[in-house]
C-alpha cells in the first residue's frame, strides 16, 4: 500500500491494463467458441448438402402412387373433355364430288324457298358462298370438307332466316387449303395452336345482314350458344340507318288564359269518351341496324 500511494499513477495504470487484458481475454475465447460453432454447423450442413447431391432423386412410393393416381385421372378429364368437344363438331361423311354438288343444290334451293317464305331478300345469284362448285366438281380430298361446311354454313344462314331478318346482303367464305390442292402448313392461319400439331382448323365466314336490334341480338345469342357446332364470333361491325341522333322536341307554350274546359259526361252516358293519354314516343328500338359478323367455324382434328 505505501508503494501504491508512493507511485499513485503508476498502480493506476497497471490495474487498468490488467482489467483490459481480462477483457480482451474474455473477448477472445468468446469469439473462439462463436466460430467453433459457426464452423461446426457450415461442416454439417456441407457435409448434408453434399449427401443430398450423392442421392438420385426418386420420390417415396406414398407420394409416388399418388402421382400416378393425379396423372391418370388427368388423363380421364381430358379424354372426356375431347369426346365432348368432338360432338360439337358436324361429321365428316365421306363424300364424292358429284354428290356434294347435289347437296349444295338442294341446300341452295331449300335456303331460297325459306328467305321467300320468311320474305328475306338474299343477294343476287346467291350460292352459300361456294360459288365456284355450282358449276364445277371440287376434288376427291376436299369434297368432305366442303360437305362438313356446308352443312355449317346451312345452320348459320337458318338462324339469319329464322330470326327474319329484312336481307343478306352480303356472304363471303374463305376457301379451304384443299380445294386447290394445298394443304396448311404447321402454325400458319390453318388455325393449328400448337406447332408441328394440328390440334384444330378454322373455316371462317363473313356475313352482312340487315334488322331490327332484337333479331340481330338473337342470332348472336343462338350463334354463342350453339350446341351442335363450335362458333367464334371473331368480327362485329353495327352501323345503325339512323347516323345522328333524334331531334330534340320543341316545348310546348303553356297559354296563360286557359279556357274553361266543358264539364265531362257521366260515366255511364252513351257519349261518355275515355280519356286517350298521350302517346308515347320511343326514342331508340325503331330503327334497322347493319351487322357485319366474321365468324370463325372450329373443326377439331384430334
Known amino acids: 500500500m505505501k508503494w501504491f ?20 481475454v474474455w473477448f477472445l475465447f468468446s469469439a473462439k467458441t462463436d466460430w467453433d460453432e459457426a464452423s461446426a454447423r457450415f461442416n ?26 393425379h396423372a391418370d385421372n388427368y388423363a ?34 331449300a335456303i331460297a324457298d325459306k328467305a321467300r317464305a320468311n320474305k328475306v331478300k338474299l343477294p343476287d345469284k346467291f350460292y352459300l358462298g361456294f360459288d365456284e362448285f355450282a358449276s364445277a366438281l371440287p376434288s376427291e380430298v376436299a369434297a368432305p370438307l366442303l360437305g362438313q361446311e356446308l352443312a355449317e354454313v346451312e345452320w348459320l344462314l337458318n338462324t339469319l332466316l329464322d330470326a327474319h331478318v329484312e336481307a343478306l346482303t352480303s356472304f363471303r367464305r374463305t376457301p ?24 384444330l382448323e378454322r373455316n371462317v365466314v363473313e356475313a352482312t345482314f340487315i334488322s331490327t336490334p332484337g333479331s340481330a341480338r338473337k342470332i348472336l345469342n343462338q350463334i354463342a350458344g350453339a350446341n351442335q357446332q363450335f362458333y367464334i364470333v371473331r368480327l362485329l361491325h353495327v352501323r345503325n340507318e339512323k347516323e345522328k341522333g333524334p331531334p330534340r322536341e320543341a316545348t310546348v307554350e303553356i ?48
Do not use: W
Not at 56 to 68: F, W
Open 76 to 109: 380421364t378429364a381430358f379424354a372426356k373433355f375431347k369426346d365432348e368437344l368432338k360432338l360439337r363438331v358436324a361429321p365428316v361423311a365421306p363424300m364424292a364430288p358429284n354428290e356434294f354438288q347435289s347437296h349444295l343444290r338442294m341446300a341452295i334451293t
Open 176 to 199: 379451304l387449303p384443299e380445294e386447290h390442292g394445298a394443304a396448311p402448313a404447321a402454325g400458319e392461319k390453318s388455325g393449328t395452336v400448337a406447332a408441328g400439331t394440328k390440334l
Open 5 to 24: 500511494r508512493e507511485n499513485r499513477f503508476l498502480g493506476t495504470f497497471l490495474i487498468l491494463f490488467g482489467l483490459c487484458t481480462l477483457g480482451a
Open 44 to 69: 454439417q450442413t456441407a457435409a448434408e448438402l453434399n449427401r443430398l447431391e450423392r442421392l438420385a432423386p426418386y420420390p417415396s412410393q406414398e407420394n409416388l402412387r399418388k402421382m400416378k393416381a
Open 255 to 302: 297559354p296563360a288564359v286557359i279556357p274553361a274546359a266543358p264539364s265531362p259526361a257521366p260515366a255511364g252516358s252513351p257519349g261518355a269518351k275515355p280519356a286517350a293519354g298521350p302517346a308515347l314516343s320511343f326514342i331508340v328500338g325503331n330503327e334497322r341496324i347493319e351487322t357485319t359478323a366474321k365468324i370463325e367455324i372450329v373443326r377439331f382434328t384430334f
